[in-house]
Nanobody, 123 residues
């Protein structure tokens, strides 16, 4: 089993930045691609960003491209999502997920999920 715990969410003004972290335990972290997803009230869960096992390949949703950066530190068993130039429409619960073995933009492809961290962007 893999346990994932997100942190770093909070309330921020539009145009500000947040750095989310996802700490993994229980299984070899380097064996999993990692993804960030978000779900806003009344909306379906959507893919935000993904990163390969070694961190050499990344994928972003169009809404995140140019503003968000996903990274990972396998020694620390942690994946990050740096979010810059935040907009009110970024408000959502952000969850990290783990998948064997490659990145996927489909939520159903991920085996393990964290509980999520709330990000609220005010105008």
């Amino acid at each position: 089993q893999v346990q994932l715990v997100e942190s770093g969410g909070g309330l921020v003004q539009a145009g500000g930045s947040l750095r989310l972290s996802c700490a993994a335990s229980g299984r070899t972290f380097g064996g999993y691609a990692m993804g960030w997803f978000r779900q806003a009230p009344g909306k379906e869960r959507e893919f935000v960003a993904g990163i390969s096992r070694g961190g050499g390949s990344t994928t972003y949703a169009d809404s995140a491209k140019g503003r968000f950066t996903i990274s990972r530190d396998n020694a620390k068993r942690t994946v990050y999502l740096q979010m810059n130039t935040l907009k009110p429409e970024d408000t959502a619960v952000y969850s990290c997920a783990a998948r064997r073995v490659a990145i996927s933009t489909t939520p159903d492809g991920y085996e393990y999920w964290g509980q999520g961290t709330q990000v609220t962007v005010s105008s």
